[in-house]
């Protein structure tokens, strides 16, 4: 028997569907959903959550010409298949397939590209106001978590839509979740919530009626000041009225029949914006997911079973969040901040250990850092755990509330680098450019899970801030010290001689730069490698040596050239006078790098084992021998 979702090639082929076939419709979805993303990796949780919403979205509206803004984006899998992408669902995340977030260039139903949370209502805002100016007449509506609500330009954009009182239909799709179980007093609040959307009907009515009796407007004023009290105590929905929405809900988000009432209802309201509050179950459909949803959010590819070798090595999150709960087992000075990620940045054993000392403040990346700023200034040292992709949104914070006033706050820089399937919004391809830049701040990157774990102890002991940042991934399983040290801020070290070039790479980088040198060698190329460590302060008396006596300098990193890494080591050479020295610096190109598996995009840049041997090779030409050239590259 043919599935039904196999007839879906727009969002026009749900409407004349039956309320028995789109139930049996969210079955086949969450099928497909089920075996796609186990053999994929990806969202699987977030995406089974959504499933009847994302129907019922569809049926009510009419995408393209309404618009549909998916906050985040990772809950977007069922919106792309019923928009004409399911019979290449099954590339998603894979490199050239679809990509694992809404993006514009995919399809015009990707009405706004997504990879960040607490956007949404910004943008749909945004293009409420396009509509407006432009003379045009259609919906837009923003699909928005109760975790990126926590994010303080969610309610930057409440305010400002309120405020200009435009029509929009704002969805809260509420399940308790962001990553990690959703923090703070919103989160309560929402906890509390069960109206009826009748009441908001209700509400007009009796206001259409009193309004047009004698006095009738003076005593609908009176009437609402006399019930406030008691209505603010029964019905913490009021804070929506307070900002100027329309409250509909709580709705069951996985009653078909229900949500369709409930959209059409709000898409009919045109007297300024409405919020939608759907109460859904992350994982939903799914026994596994809906008992573990943290573990289900995110699953690796190949049926969700890690490979032998990944478990026989921890990953570097792991390895930093064993150091941090060492560290600070043995000093009460230390606490660590996390942005509503606790498990993701390896943060959750610690917030076990010691519950009063870790804080999980909300998608709120600029809050965490001034209030790590704060806890700084009265003699704590804060460790902030933020992926890279996920800082760049409080760099203003980092340069005034941080190190403008030389504050020591640890900057943990998880996912840094070529981040892999999650594509262009998730790479961490600009923490080297956009920290390096600020006064004070120290910047260093681990060669590998040993040096990582020292480095975060010399972090929290240096009295200044600090950035380490390090990759997705397992480590390279080297053994760990028993007793944690401090590596001399802005030292590297030499790993490997040689008189032909020197390779000075740093982070996930070096042991590349090791194995490309290895491969010279057997073409009779000597490079010397050098593990830089820091990217600043630079090791300035080393590189330059390595400089003067090769006369060949090839950097490597995971960041964009661009302010990078690179760029830094040839302002150094320029200050040190030695222009003559030939210098390639390898990195990721000024371009946003799509999605696909980590060392696929490695390899496609050229930052393996064998392009940088390559690119060592043709970069200097004539300063190797025949001979040497020819081996080199016979090996690349």
Not at 47 to 54: D, I, K, Q, R, S
Not at 167 to 193: E, K, T, Y
Not at 450 to 475: C, D, S
Not at 562 to 575: I, M, T
Request: a negative charge; glycine letters at 10%; proline letters at 5%.
């Amino acid at each position: 028997m043919p599935r039904i979702l196999d007839g879906i090639s727009e969002p026009a082929d749900l409407k004349g569907l039956s309320l028995p076939a789109l139930r049996q419709l969210a079955s086949e979805i969450r099928d497909e959903l089920i075996d796609t993303v186990m053999e994929n990796g990806g969202h699987l949780a977030s995406n089974l959550g959504v499933v009847e919403l994302a129907i019922s979205l569809h049926r009510v509206f009419d995408s393209p010409r309404d618009k549909i803004v998916w906050d985040v984006g990772h809950q977007a899998y069922v919106h792309k298949m019923l928009t004409g992408r399911i019979g290449s669902f099954s590339t998603i995340r894979q490199a050239g397939g679809l990509s694992g977030f809404p993006e514009r260039g995919e399809s015009p139903h990707d009405a706004f590209g997504t990879g960040h949370a607490s956007t949404s209502i910004s943008a749909a805002l945004g293009m409420s106001v396009a509509r407006e100016l432009a003379g045009e007449d259609y919906h837009v509506i923003a699909v928005i978590g109760d975790g990126s609500m926590t994010g303080g330009m969610a309610f930057e954009a409440i305010n400002h839509a309120g405020n200009l009182g435009k029509r929009l239909i704002v969805v809260l799709n509420d399940n308790a979740m962001a990553i990690s179980p959703s923090v703070g007093a919103l989160a309560s609040m929402l906890n509390r919530l069960r109206l009826d959307y009748r009441y908001l009907w209700a509400k007009e009515e009796a206001q259409h009626v009193i309004t047009r009796l004698p006095l009738g407007k003076v005593l609908w004023r009176a009437f609402r000041r006399a019930k406030m009290s008691l209505k603010g105590m029964l019905m913490p929905s009021m804070i929506w009225e307070e900002f100027g929405f329309n409250y509909m809900g709580p709705v069951d988000g996985h009653d078909i029949e229900e949500l369709l009432a409930t959209l059409r209802q709000a898409r009919k309201y045109e007297h300024g914006p409405v919020l939608v509050h759907a109460i859904t179950k992350k994982g939903k459909g799914y026994r596994p997911a809906e008992k573990d949803a943290i573990g289900f959010h995110g699953v690796p590819p190949n049926g969700g079973h890690k490979s032998p070798d990944f478990i026989g090595a921890p990953s570097y999150t792991e390895v930093f969040g064993d150091s941090a709960l060492r560290i600070m087992r043995d000093n009460p000075r230390v606490v660590a901040i996390t942005a509503a990620m606790a498990d993701s940045t390896g943060l959750s054993t610690v917030a076990n250990e010691f519950p009063g000392r870790v804080f999980d403040v909300g998608i709120c990346e600029q809050h965490a850092v001034t209030f790590a700023a704060g806890l700084a200034s009265q003699g704590l040292i804060p460790i902030v755990a933020i992926y890279s992709t996920f800082l760049q949104r409080a760099f203003d914070q980092i340069v005034h509330d941080v190190c403008l006033q030389n504050l020591p706050v640890v900057f943990a820089l998880d996912r840094s680098g070529i981040v892999g399937e999650d594509g262009k919004t998730h790479q961490g391809a600009f923490d080297l450019s956009y920290l390096g830049c600020i006064p004070n701040m120290v910047v260093a990157s681990p060669r590998d899970e040993n040096e990582l774990q020292h480095l975060l102890y010399t972090a929290v002991n240096a009295n200044r801030p600090m950035a380490i940042r390090f990759p997705r991934g397992k480590g390279l399983g080297v053994p760990l010290d028993r007793t944690l040290k401090e590596l001399p801020i802005g030292h590297g070290e030499v790993l490997r001689e040689g008189n032909d070039a020197a390779i000075v790479a740093i982070g996930s980088t070096v042991v590349a730069a090791m194995q490309a040198a290895e491969e010279l060698d057997r073409g009779n190329v000597q490079a010397a490698v050098i593990n830089a460590r820091y990217a600043k302060p630079l090791d300035s008396a080393l590189i330059s040596r390595a400089a003067s006596e090769a006369r060949r300098l090839v950097t490597v990193e995971e960041n964009a050239l661009s302010g990078g890494f690179g760029a830094a080591v040839l302002a150094l050479l320029q200050e040190e006078g030695l222009n003559d020295v030939a210098v390639e610096c390898l990195g990721l190109p000024d371009k946003f790098v799509e999605h696909g598996p980590q060392d696929f995009l490695r390899a496609k840049h050229g930052l393996d084992a064998a392009g940088i041997a390559r690119r060592v090779v043709a970069a200097f030409p004539a300063s190797i021998s025949s001979g040497s050239l020819a081996g080199a590259r016979s090996e690349g």
